[in-house]
């Protein structure tokens, strides 16, 4: 389990940027996408499983190139609402930090202690440590090594998402954005950084995108030496990488999908940062402590509005209506069923909108006239089964229907007996 940090502030730069109408064709993407797991990565200090993260976040990016939508441009605005301290989950952040608050406050260079406790605050990191960290000119030159232990396990491709997660921490922190941050080698594969966008060839040992030469085949002993960093496991100096000789931008909306320089496939990342050294500010939480008491007040409203228009929305609800005149049964306004079938129905429903009862007895039905009209032979399980038909969609032309299945089905769950399973909520009238 990982905390929701990042998920929530995903979510709440959806919830902002996007009408609900639109949100929702997002969480439709995706039959996993629920009100609980809203709620996980909506409330504060929720803790979720890292296959939420990568359902989050890879539907997000899928659904952002859909619309024609920049993902890196996403992410950038993310940081940009953290830089001004506009709509973040300040509480939660302030709570994430409170073991290092005297380090902070000790410290001659904050955004060096922001690097050196991302191995402690994201323990789904291993093996994470510094290969290399140097001082020149007064600026900081350091390569970070790290590895997830199955890659692509909280998103297929980290790397824009692991950029602005480290600028968030230094600007959060009332210091301004690392000068500088590139993936030297990656776990992703090279296809998979592609992200669907554009299609690999390999011929002879390199790699073509369009026609046009990307990448070649290397080892990653060869990144290592190319940065000069030693290494402890000699075997994974030999496995193969593809080392990208160019960058690769996706057409239509821009993002960048390559980075120039990177291996991909490597069996950890490696990160370099180049920063201005000792950069200290003398009141580290004080913006972070100012926003948690704003929120307190007013500019978390609409955003907790958006929250509940959205839940609201995904509690689809069907409005059923018996009409007496013709003995028949709609659903949304669209014919389903009429005389013994919807009758059936109809009584269930009544029941239903009553008293919340869901399961109910054959023998209730056989003793209604109006549905079994001869009680030694009341065959209701034949007419029972008619119901079932409509409700799944009927192949009888004289009865055609699409099928509701997906507001309401009746199951058979015992001898004698069968269930009303409702999907949604149900809005039951008769005229």
């Known amino acids: 389990m990982l905390?929701?940090?990042?998920?929530?502030?995903?979510h709440?730069?959806?919830?902002?940027?996007?009408?609900?109408?639109?949100?929702?064709?997002?969480?439709?993407?995706?039959?996993?996408?629920?009100?609980?797991?809203?709620?996980?990565?909506?409330?504060?200090?929720?803790?979720?499983?890292?296959?939420?993260?990568?359902?989050?976040?890879?539907?997000?990016?899928?659904?952002?190139?859909?619309?024609?939508?920049?993902?890196?441009?996403?992410?950038?605005?993310?940081?940009?609402?953290?830089?001004?301290?506009?709509?973040?989950?300040?509480?939660?952040?302030?709570?994430?930090?409170?073991?290092?608050?005297?380090?902070?406050?000790?410290?001659?260079?904050?955004?060096?202690?922001?690097?050196?406790?991302?191995?402690?605050?994201?323990?789904?990191?291993?093996?994470?440590?510094?290969?290399?960290?140097?001082l020149v000119d007064g600026f900081r030159k350091e390569y970070f090594t790290y590895r997830f232990d199955s890659p692509g396990m909280l998103i297929t491709n980290p790397m824009r998402w692991f950029n602005g997660l480290v600028q968030i921490g230094a600007i959060l922190l009332n210091t301004p954005r690392y000068e500088k941050i590139e993936y030297k080698a990656c776990q992703t594969s090279f296809v998979e950084a592609l992200e669907n966008r554009a299609t690999a060839e390999v011929r002879d040992g390199f790699v073509f995108v369009n026609g046009r030469q990307v990448g070649e085949y290397k080892t990653f002993g060869d990144c290592l030496a190319e940065y000069g960093l030693e290494w402890d496991f000699e075997a994974e100096k030999k496995m193969a990488c593809i080392?990208?000789?160019?960058?690769?931008?996706?057409?239509?909306?821009?993002?960048?999908?390559?980075?120039?320089?990177?291996?991909?496939?490597?069996?950890?990342?490696?990160?370099?940062?180049?920063?201005?050294?000792?950069?200290?500010?003398?009141?580290?939480?004080?913006?972070?402590?100012?926003?948690?008491?704003?929120?307190e007040f007013d500019s978390w409203e609409p955003i907790q509005k958006a929250q509940e228009q959205l839940l609201e929305a995904m509690n689809d609800s069907v409005t059923i209506i018996y009409y007496k005149s013709d003995d028949s049964i709609s659903v949304n306004n669209k014919h389903l069923m009429r005389n013994v079938p919807a009758r059936i129905l109809r009584n269930l429903l009544r029941e239903y909108s009553a008293t919340g009862r869901e399961e109910f007895e054959n023998r209730e039905f056989k003793r209604d006239p109006s549905i079994c009209m001869d009680p030694l032979r009341p065959n209701f399980e034949s007419r029972l089964n008619r119901v079932i038909a409509h409700i799944n969609g009927s192949d009888d032309p004289e009865h055609p229907s699409e099928g509701v299945k997906k507001f309401f089905e009746i199951e058979r769950h015992r001898r004698g007996g069968f269930r009303f399973v409702p999907k949604c909520k149900i809005i039951f009238r008769e005229e």
Request: proline share 5%; aromatic share 12%.
């Open 243 to 295: 080392r990208a000789t160019e960058d690769v931008i996706d057409e239509k909306v821009g993002a960048v999908l390559i980075q120039k320089g990177c291996y991909y496939g490597a069996p950890a990342g490696v990160v370099y940062f180049d920063y201005k050294a000792n950069v200290v500010a003398p009141e580290p939480f004080n913006k972070l402590m100012s926003a948690v008491v704003k929120q």
């Open 12 to 134: 709440i730069e959806l919830l902002i940027s996007y009408p609900v109408k639109d949100i929702l064709t997002l969480i439709k993407r995706d039959p996993r996408f629920n009100v609980k797991l809203l709620n996980d990565i909506y409330f504060e200090d929720s803790f979720v499983d890292e296959s939420v993260h990568r359902l989050m976040m890879n539907n997000v990016v899928n659904w952002l190139y859909e619309r024609g939508e920049n993902p890196d441009e996403f992410v950038q605005r993310i940081m940009d609402r953290c830089a001004t301290f506009e709509a973040i989950p300040a509480r939660s952040v302030l709570r994430s930090y409170l073991p290092y608050v005297s380090q902070f406050y000790a410290t001659e260079d904050v955004r060096q202690l922001c690097l050196d406790i991302i191995p402690k605050r994201y323990p789904l990191l291993s093996n994470a440590k510094f290969l290399r960290r140097e």
């Open 3 to 10: 905390s929701n940090l990042f998920l929530q502030l995903t």
